[in-house]
């Protein structure tokens, strides 16, 4: 593959597929300026995508990052004009790979030689996307979440036959594009994100079924509680606290044998070997070594108060409890 520009953002992104996540694919690369070329075979993408861009425009707007000056947006009749001068193609369409394999093949045929195309799937193995591509070496998964525009998460994902090239002409792309964009490493059905929502979301079935819980009963369990701490330190950085001056080790050890206990439908958990143990507390030490648990402490404090502020300015989730303290206080 020849190189995109190595280095420089893309001048022109071609968005195949205007459905929820390509229309916000599109809000974004106009945002930050490039010029944005949008083929979808719906009549409805020519409403769909102004009111995304309208809420995209206004989000921006409360961040403080509307830009000087947006991009330019083309509707096109066919791929072929969308893909044909484009440095980035993203994919979005239907969660089906055949519908998907068929519009790559189209996409390379019109697609400059130095292009890199992605797929917005958010499970499909990217080997299988590009098994019948004739350069399926720029072929890359570029998993966002909704809303694009907003969340700055985007998986990245190279199949057996993509090009370490590829791999860092997207990193540098989406990165241009304000995103976090994370490099999974191995290639794996469902990526990492969508492994750890499955296994939640699973999970809530079961208790709507067994009734143990309603579905607004779960949703608050999570919006009023771990999900705030999960909004700005994760899972493990969140564990290595509750191991207190231990640390994540000290926690495994105490809550590891809990993992046996019938507290999930999900009861297939690796074994606690003192190999996975140790790896995982020296991931943590390189992850948060440098702070004390006191200091870690701290830092989540001072998001979650600002979280929290924000969601009472909102009167929303979690910001209604502190509206209701606040309304109590002597």
């Not at 995103?179 to 492994?195: G, S």
Request: charged share 25%; glycine share 8%.
């Amino acid at each position: 593959m020849d190189p995109v520009r190595k280095g420089s953002p893309p001048r022109q992104v071609a968005i195949i597929g205007a459905g929820v996540i390509g229309a916000a694919w599109a809000a974004r690369w106009l945002l930050r300026g490039c010029d944005v070329l949008l083929y979808d075979p719906s009549d409805e993408a020519i409403q769909i995508v102004p009111e995304v861009l309208e809420n995209a425009r206004y989000a921006w707007e409360r961040m403080g990052t509307s830009p000087t000056s947006e991009g330019s947006l083309t509707y096109t009749k066919t791929i072929d004009e969308a893909a044909g001068n484009a440095d980035l193609i993203q994919e979005s369409t239907p969660e089906d790979l055949q519908i998907k394999k068929s519009i790559l093949r189209e996409i390379e045929i019109s697609a400059d030689k130095s292009a890199l195309i992605a797929s917005s799937t958010s499970g499909l193995l990217p080997s299988n996307l590009q098994d019948e591509m004739r350069h399926p070496d720029r072929l890359v998964i570029g998993h966002p979440f909704n809303p694009v525009y907003l969340i700055p998460m985007v998986e990245v994902v190279g199949g057996e036959k993509t090009s370490a090239e590829s791999i860092s002409t997207a990193m540098s792309f989406y990165t241009h594009a304000g995103m976090k964009p994370l490099h999974v490493r191995v290639e794996i059905d469902a990526f990492i994100a969508d492994r750890l929502l499955e296994s939640v979301w699973r999970e809530a079935l079961w208790l709507v079924e067994d009734g143990v819980a309603t579905t607004q009963e779960i949703d608050d369990v999570i919006r009023f509680g771990f999900g705030l701490r999960w909004a700005q330190m994760g899972l493990f950085e969140n564990y290595r606290i509750a191991g207190g001056r231990g640390g994540m080790k000290h926690f495994i050890r105490q809550f590891g044998p809990s993992l046996d206990w019938p507290w999930s439908r999900l009861t297939d958990t690796p074994e606690m070997t003192e190999e996975l143990v140790n790896r995982i507390a020296e991931q943590s030490d390189a992850q948060s070594g440098e702070y004390s648990v006191r200091e870690l402490e701290r830092i989540r404090d001072t998001n979650l108060v600002d979280i929290l502020l924000a969601l009472e300015n909102n009167a929303w989730g979690a910001g209604v409890a502190i509206r209701d303290l606040r309304a109590n206080l002597n």
